[in-house]
Nanobody
């Protein structure tokens, strides 16, 4: 079973930076999009940023100009560079990817296990 493996996260001071990365644990046939969601305590999970295979990028309004999503296609890796972080960015960040793991199955969404990001002085 393919899994999404996340790295990065941790503690940052307000105004600081963090970098998240995520990649499938095994070879997949194709990826339609990859990106990040987050869930703060007591709140619903929300989209942070997504990047489609055709290059279209989406950002939540709250992170525009501060976060940058990018990919390394050779390794099917997606990154989230988080700059000028704020306390309200504190949440569990989940990697999301719509992938086809084999030619005889349909594409579907996969989720990472989540990584904690805490912004505090």
């Amino acid at each position: 079973q393919v899994q999404l493996v996340e790295t990065g996260g941790g503690l940052a001071q307000p105004g600081g930076s963090l970098r998240l990365s995520c990649a499938p644990s095994d070879i997949v046939v194709s990826i339609n999009y990859m990106g990040w969601y987050r869930q703060a305590p007591g709140k619903q999970r929300e989209m942070v940023s997504l990047i489609h295979s055709g290059g279209v990028v989406r950002y939540a309004e709250s992170v525009k100009g501060r976060f940058t999503i990018s990919t390394e296609p050779a390794n099917n890796t997606v990154f989230l560079q988080m700059n000028s972080v704020k306390p309200e960015d504190t949440a569990i960040y989940y990697c999301n990817a719509n992938m086809r793991r084999a030619w005889n199955v349909d594409s579907r969404d996969y989720w990472g296990q989540g990584t904690q990001v805490t912004v505090s002085s």
